[in-house]
């Protein structure tokens, strides 16, 4: 790994694409440093820490930007574009124009992402309003000013995450929206480190023994991300011969390989992003009333019902995903008409169903194993007592993007070797 580091900082496209991802790295920190007008960031964050959060709200900030910047212009960070992406894909099996232009190419796909575009500045409208209205008894200046142009600045900061997740796609390495997410976990590491620092200094010998328990079980599940996310199952597919002119064709054997879970770390931040809904919702009421507060408490993933609802949208979204990126039908037609079928199964029809009961199957392990790491961080808040705001999920991402990364830049260096030899 560390030599295809160092390979790629010796090529001067690839280090170009790198340094260029580090300065949106860095413009995205700044970000979560800017203070929206007229809040007193000191008041914020004094009631975050005197109110407490739960695993979902310590998570969902670190995802956004960190957990103390709630007050900052990027506060919403990539979480309105999340929330349109998974409302698209939901309209694209909805509606039968958005499946047909998702079923067109490069063109219908850019379509649709006009749309998750506009739908991002809907939501960050939506969201804005209401975390700007339960900052409002926290304002410097009382005014409708203040108000209208903080809202503005949460819309312009997060539509400006947007573009600049776009961009790291286009022009730098890996997957924009993935990355953010990754240096926006990576810069809240050290913040989680000194809550375990204070465990030991304040709980003395109990909380070392708590501690050194909460490392071991991050290493466990470390190992246990890297298995999951290396673990495939390859179908063996074999091809006819046929004759093209005068040569003969095909009679080769290969495979299909299907990951143990296609949907990765996605069904999981979709999951937290539709439980977080209802609390965004309940922004706008003044009063609560004890119906919603119980409601909301319900749905806290620390509690149980909550627990159990994360869990079962974990499933949901993992076979729902899954089911968008693997159509059993479509592969065994092309694997028909490449003259290619699965050895012991025909090909046609039976060959979509042995696909689709593989892929039932796999998934069905996956989601249970990304289900286990997500209860990561509740099972030791239940267990220890200890309000953990990395765990298995943030580890899921923090691993899947440092892998993706890895083969992003083995795939660049492998593409210029052959360039330059083919130059040769």
Known sequence: MFKIFANSWKTPEIRNKIL?????????????????????????????????ASV???????????????????????????????????????????????KEGPDGRKQLQSYSRYLTVVLALIQGTGLVYTYQNMYLVHSPLVYVASVLCLVCGSTFVMWLAEQITAKGIGNG?????????????????????????????????????????????????????????RLPV??????????QAGGRGTSMPIKVNTSGV???????????????IAMFLPNKGATLTKVMEVLNMTHPVGAL??????????????????????????????GGFIPGIRPGQPTSAYITRVVNRITLVG????????????????IFKINVGFGGTTLIIVVGVCLDIVKTLESQLLMRHYKGFLND
């Open 20 to 52: 260029y991802t580090l300065m949106i790295f860095a413009i995205v920190r700044i970000g979560t440093l800017i203070a929206l007008p007229g809040i007193d960031t000191a008041g914020v964050m004094a009631a975050r820490q005197n109110g407490g």
């Open 56 to 102: 979902a709200t310590t998570l969902y900030s670190v995802i956004a930007g960190g957990a103390n910047s709630g007050w900052s212009l990027f506060a919403m960070g990539i979480g309105p574009y999340i929330n349109a992406s998974i409302i698209m894909q939901l309209l694209t099996i909805a509606i039968p124009k958005f499946e047909q232009l998702s």
């Open 177 to 233: 929206s993935s990355m953010i997410i990754f240096i926006n976990i990576v810069s809240s590491m050290p913040q989680g480190a000194a809550m375990l620092y204070y465990t030991i200094v304040g709980g003395g010998a109990m909380g070392a023994v708590k501690v050194v328990a909460i490392v071991a079980i991050l290493v466990v599940v470390l190992a246990f991300i890297v298995c999951v996310n290396s673990g495939e199952r």
């Open 238 to 247: 074999q091809y006819s011969t046929k004759m093209v002119g005068r040569k």
């Open 266 to 280: 996605i069904s999981i931040i979709f999951a937290i992003s539709l439980l977080q809904f209802p609390q965004q």
């Open 309 to 338: 609802l994360y869990v079962v949208l974990i499933f949901f979204f993992t076979y729902f995903y899954t089911s968008i990126v693997i159509n059993p039908n479509e592969i065994a037609m092309n694997m028909k008409k490449n």
């Open 367 to 382: 989601a249970i194993c990304y289900a286990i790491l997500a209860m990561v961080p509740i099972l030791l808040q239940w």
